[in-house]
């Protein structure tokens, strides 16, 4: 779960970052994804309990 949220901490450090430098939207495949197997995984490990 902290990995999760650190994937969805970075995200928003993104925004922030792409108001002053427009090329760090190609980051967000990179984090999304990220975020994604990490929710997918969470969701596995709980129904496995």
Do not use: E, Y
Not at 7 to 16: K, L
Not at 20 to 41: D, E, Y
């Amino acid at each position: 779960m902290v990995n999760v949220g650190i994937w969805g901490i970075s995200i928003i450090a993104m925004v922030f970052l792409m108001q002053r430098c427009p090329s760090a939207k190609g980051f967000f495949p990179i984090l999304g994804g990220g975020t994604a197997v990490g929710v997918a995984l969470i969701s596995a490990v709980s129904k496995l309990r």
